[in-house]
């Protein structure tokens, strides 16, 4: 589904001398570049693996899509190494001598990404795989915060945001009735839509956790995994620059779009990895998660660039989730 949408942004392209440029920002001159690759996966910004002389090997991220979140990405991820599987940071800078980007220098993760191998997954891969995803999970949502909102360059939250039913349905509202969303399915969906998520929403509020540390983008192109005498393991968490301050269910509703949410048994699986490892779920957690995915849905739908298979996309995942209700 990922595969057959449009791009955020141009691909950029990096020469091996302009990836030295960048390196030397920060590494001694000298620093030799001999291979520069894009890599697969994202949508919006533009990243790298850089291999050099020495065989040193890193991941440049060049912030195309929104400058003004690239130090927070950056800082983000600072603030979780050691606890969940990530890139390490290494250099992070506004000024970039190629282009008007900020970039940031990582280390590169060995990994497949978790979208590729979906289609190979046996019955025996499943329980592993589920507990790992399940279980990283948990380490992310054990950053908590004391309100619901998006972070500033300081993971500060200077406009605090409303969560639960009403927060939902108010979302909805904006996108459908004040934004393109509304224009693109037409009056009768709509409104459809809309009586839907009034009439369910209440279901949100029985969650009473704590704001925590939601990744937004958690999914097959931002999951690298790793084979080894277990199964799949969950190498990196890589792309943090939508990440905000919400609850569980965003994730859980991002991981659990197809196709992997219709891998036979993953679900109980994630659930079993995230409880093993200190998570908290409550009994309707499925749907909680299904309702909550509706806000990036609706969102897609207000972008300006949206391109005809995400709206087409949209709509037909909006129309399943409410299908499929019961």
Not at 95 to 103: Q, W
Not at 115 to 139: F, M, N, Q
Not at 180 to 198: C, H, S, V
Request: proline residues 5%.
């Amino acid at each position: 589904m990922r595969d057959r949408w449009n791009r955020d942004t141009e691909t950029m392209l990096l020469t091996n001398e302009q990836a030295e440029t960048m390196l030397q920002s920060y590494y001694v001159a000298g620093y030799k570049v001999v291979k520069v690759e894009p890599t697969k996966g994202g949508l919006a910004n533009s990243s790298f693996l850089v291999q050099t002389e020495s065989g040193n090997q890193l991941h440049l991220r060049i912030c195309v899509r929104d400058p003004s979140a690239a130090e927070k990405e950056y800082r983000l991820i600072q603030l979780i190494q050691g606890n969940v599987p990530t890139p390490r940071p290494i250099h992070f800078s506004t000024v970039n001598p190629i282009s008007d980007h900020p970039f940031m220098i990582l280390s590169w993760v060995e990994g497949t990404r978790l979208e590729t191998i979906v289609g190979e997954l046996r019955p025996c891969d499943v329980d592993h795989l589920g507990e790992s995803l399940g279980g990283t999970l948990a380490l992310i949502h054990r950053f908590q915060f004391d309100q619901f909102g998006f972070f500033n360059d300081h993971l500060e939250i200077p406009s605090p945001m409303q969560m639960g039913g009403k927060g939902l349905l108010r979302y909805a509202e904006e996108c459908l009735l004040e934004n393109l969303a509304g224009e693109r399915l037409g009056e009768p969906l709509t409104e459809k839509i809309l009586k839907f998520i009034e009439a369910e929403c209440g279901l949100l509020d029985e969650w009473r956790g704590k704001p925590c540390l939601t990744h937004s983008d958690f999914n097959g192109s931002n999951i690298l995994v790793k084979k080894g005498n277990a199964g799949w393991d969950v190498a990196a968490v890589i792309d943090w620059e939508f990440a905000f301050s919400g609850t569980p269910f965003f994730d859980f509703g991002n991981l659990l779009r197809a196709p992997l949410g219709e891998v036979p048994g993953i679900d109980a699986a994630i659930e079993r990895g995230y409880k093993g490892a200190g998570g908290e779920l409550p009994p309707q957690w499925r749907k909680m998660s299904r309702l909550t995915d509706l806000t990036a849905w609706l969102e897609f739908l207000t972008r300006r660039n949206a391109g005809i298979n995400l709206i087409y996309d949209c709509k037909t995942q909006i129309c399943k989730t409410m299908g499929e209700w019961v």
